[in-house]
């Protein structure tokens, strides 16, 4: 059973920093693509960076890059998301995701496997 727990969201000021973690047990995790979207009420999940399986390269949203980093660490089953620079704009809930591609996609629709999610809230 594949289980993936987000960690670190919480309110921080405008230009602050935060890094989110995912958690993952249940699936060969240096293998799989791991990515991070996110999500505000009454849209759709927005990408935000992948990282391609067995340390393949990241890929990210043109709007965030530079601000937002996506690293992992396959002796811990962990992804980590650092946003610097945060903007009110960055406020919403962070999902992980999983998936066994090698080529990981930017729809939401095309990844396996979901955290619950956690919540990034950025004041002005």
């Known amino acids: 059973q594949v289980q993936m727990v987000e960690s670190g969201g919480r309110l921080v000021q405008a230009g602050g920093s935060l890094k989110l973690s995912c958690v993952t047990s249940?699936?060969?995790?240096?293998?799989?693509?791991m990515a991070w979207f996110r999500q505000v009420p009454g849209q759709d999940r927005e990408f935000v960076a992948a990282?391609?399986?067995?340390?393949?390269?990241?890929i990210y949203a043109d709007s965030l890059k530079g601000r937002f980093t996506i690293s992992r660490d396959n002796a811990k089953n962990t992804v980590y998301l650092q946003m610097n620079s945060l903007k009110p704009e960055d406020t919403a809930v962070y999902y992980c995701?999983?998936?066994?591609?090698?080529?990981?996609?930017?729809?939401?629709?095309?990844?396996?496997?979901w955290g619950q999610g956690t919540q990034v809230t950025v004041s002005s």
């Open positions: 995701a999983a998936d066994s591609t090698m080529w990981p996609s930017t729809a939401m629709y095309n990844w396996s496997y």
């Open positions: 249940g699936l060969p995790f240096s293998t799989y693509s």
């Open positions: 990282s391609k399986g067995r340390d393949a390269g990241t």
